[in-house]
C-alpha cells in the first residue's frame, strides 16, 4: 500500500477574499457575499489555505478509488463554495398555471402558493437559509451563496406543488425547473 505524493493532494485556486476555517468536523468560508459552515471530514482530510490557494491531502491511503473521489468531491465542494460566495448562484424556476391561475408570491423566509389546482388553503414551503426568492410574472428566481442551498430550495419548491391523484398528463400545473442552480457570471 504506497501512497503517490501526487495522488494524495489537491490544490484549488480560490479568488481573493474568500478565507477558509477548519474545526474539528466542521468547514467554513467567508467571503463578499456571506458565510457557509458545513461538515467536513477533517479526520480524513487536511485542508490548508496559503496565497490563493487551498490544499487538501488525504491522511488516508491513496490508492483506492474511494479516497480518490473523497478527495475530488471535497475539491469540488471547496471549489463551488469559493465561486458562490464571490459571484452567487442563481436558478430560476417557471409557473404553470393551465387549469386555475395561481398566485405565486414570497412572505419573509416562505413561498406562498396560493389557488393551486382551486384549493383552498395555500401551500407553503420555506427557504434555506441564505436564499432568496423573486417573484416576476411567471418566472421565479432564486439567488444565494451556496449552491447546495439554493438547488434544495428549488426541489423543495418542485415538491409542494407534486400533483397526487389526478393524471399527470392532463393535470401539468406546477412550479418547473427551468435553469439549475448554476453559478452568476462574473460581472
Same mark, same amino acid.
Given at each position: 500500500?504506497?501512497?503517490?505524493?501526487?495522488?494524495?493532494?489537491?490544490?484549488?485556486?480560490?479568488?481573493?477574499?474568500?478565507? =477558509?476555517?477548519?474545526?474539528?468536523? $466542521?468547514?467554513?468560508? *467567508?467571503?463578499?457575499?456571506?458565510?457557509?459552515?458545513?461538515? =467536513?471530514?477533517?479526520?480524513?482530510?487536511?485542508?490548508?489555505? *496559503?496565497?490563493? @490557494?487551498?490544499? %487538501?491531502? %488525504? $491522511?488516508?491511503?491513496?490508492?483506492? *478509488?474511494?479516497?480518490?473521489?473523497?478527495?475530488?468531491?471535497?475539491?469540488?465542494?471547496? /471549489?463551488?463554495?469559493?465561486?458562490?460566495?464571490?459571484?452567487?448562484?442563481?436558478? @430560476?424556476?417557471?409557473?404553470?398555471?393551465?387549469?386555475?391561475?395561481?398566485?405565486?408570491?414570497?412572505?419573509?423566509?416562505?413561498?406562498?402558493?396560493?389557488?393551486? %389546482?382551486? +384549493? *383552498?388553503?395555500? #401551500?407553503?414551503? /420555506?427557504?434555506?437559509?441564505?436564499? @432568496?426568492?423573486?417573484?416576476?410574472?411567471?418566472?421565479?428566481?432564486?439567488?444565494?451563496?451556496?449552491?447546495?442551498?439554493?438547488?434544495?430550495?428549488?426541489?423543495?419548491? +418542485?415538491?409542494?406543488?407534486?400533483?397526487?391523484?389526478?393524471?399527470?398528463?392532463?393535470?401539468?400545473?406546477?412550479?418547473?425547473?427551468? +435553469? #439549475?442552480?448554476?453559478? @452568476? +457570471?462574473?460581472?
Amino acid at each position: 500500500m504506497s501512497t503517490d505524493p501526487d495522488r494524495s493532494r489537491e490544490v484549488v485556486e480560490i479568488p481573493t477574499g474568500i478565507t =477558509f476555517t477548519v474545526s474539528p468536523g $466542521r468547514l467554513g468560508a *467567508k467571503g463578499p457575499l456571506g458565510h457557509v459552515e458545513r461538515p =467536513f471530514p477533517s479526520d480524513v482530510i487536511e485542508l490548508t489555505a *496559503k496565497g490563493g @490557494k487551498v490544499t %487538501l491531502k %488525504l $491522511r488516508i491511503a491513496s490508492d483506492r *478509488k474511494r479516497s480518490q473521489s473523497l478527495l475530488k468531491t471535497w475539491a469540488a465542494h471547496v /471549489r463551488n463554495l469559493a465561486q458562490g460566495l464571490t459571484f452567487g448562484v442563481e436558478a @430560476k424556476m417557471k409557473v404553470v398555471a393551465a387549469h386555475f391561475p395561481m398566485k405565486v408570491s414570497v412572505r419573509g423566509e416562505e413561498l406562498v402558493i396560493e389557488n393551486f %389546482l382551486g +384549493e *383552498k388553503y395555500p #401551500r407553503t414551503t /420555506r427557504l434555506w437559509p441564505g436564499t @432568496k426568492a423573486v417573484v416576476e410574472g411567471d418566472i421565479v428566481t432564486l439567488t444565494g451563496h451556496d449552491v447546495e442551498q439554493v438547488g434544495q430550495s428549488a426541489a423543495n419548491i +418542485e415538491r409542494v406543488t407534486h400533483i397526487r391523484d389526478y393524471d399527470p398528463r392532463v393535470f401539468q400545473d406546477g412550479i418547473y425547473l427551468t +435553469e #439549475r442552480a448554476h453559478m @452568476k +457570471e462574473a460581472a
